[in-house]
Each structure stands twice: as C-alpha cells, then as structure tokens.
C-alpha cells in the first residue's frame, strides 16, 4: 500500500497564489505518474496536472499557463503551485500516483484538500 498525504489548501482570494504539497510513503517500488486531479461539487474528477520521470508533465486545458507541478528529488513528492487563481479553481484537490511493481501497476489517491477561491 502507498499512502499520499496532501497538505497546503485553503482560502485565497482571486488572482492570488496557493502551494499544493503531496508526499508518499509505504511500499512504493516506482511511482509514474505522480499529480493532482480535482473535483468541484457536483462535476466529475478531473486532471489538473500529472508530471513523469524526467519532467515530463501534462496539464488541463483549464490550467495550462497558470499552474506548475513540479517532483522532489526522491519523487517521492509533488508540489503544484497555482497562480492566477479563478473562482472556477474551486474544488478539492486530490493527490494522485501510480505505483509500478513488475509490470503492474496500482494507482492511489490522498484524501483530498479543500481549495476555495474567493473575494
């Protein structure tokens, strides 16, 4: 099991900056991708930006320009900074990774931190 634990949200005001922290731990072999997804009250889960080994990364149209997620060291954390905050930026924020393990994989969630844009 990979447990992900996810901490840095709260409130900001629009145009405003937050920082995202995830960090793994458990029986992790190789983690790709590694990100965050977000899901706003009644609307699906969707992909805010996932980064690879190497620094590959990939993001939502709806972010692209404003968001930067970035991999420690060890990836064995994620960081997503978030600029030029919207309202529509409101939603609760999942840490995601996939763990690899003999060709297999499992994908995790974290348990989500709050992030509401507001004046």
């Known amino acids: 099991q990979v447990q992900l634990v996810e901490s840095g949200g709260g409130l900001v005001q629009p145009g405003g900056s937050l920082r995202l922290s995830c960090a793994a731990s458990?029986?992790?072999?190789?983690?790709?991708?590694m990100g965050w997804y977000r899901q706003a009250p009644g609307k699906q889960r969707e992909l805010v930006a996932t980064?690879?080994?190497?620094?590959?990364?990939n993001y939502g149209d709806s972010v692209k320009g404003r968001f930067t997620v970035t991999r420690g060291n060890t990836e064995r954390t994620a960081t997503l900074l978030m600029s030029s905050l919207k309202p529509e930026d409101t939603a609760v924020y999942f840490c995601?990774?996939?763990?690899?393990?003999?060709?297999?994989?499992?994908?995790?969630w974290g348990q989500g931190t709050q992030v509401t844009v507001s004046s």
């Open positions: 980064i690879i080994s190497g620094g590959i990364t």
């Open positions: 995601y990774a996939r763990n690899w393990r003999g060709g297999l994989f499992s994908d995790y």
């Open positions: 458990g029986s992790i072999n190789s983690i790709n991708p």
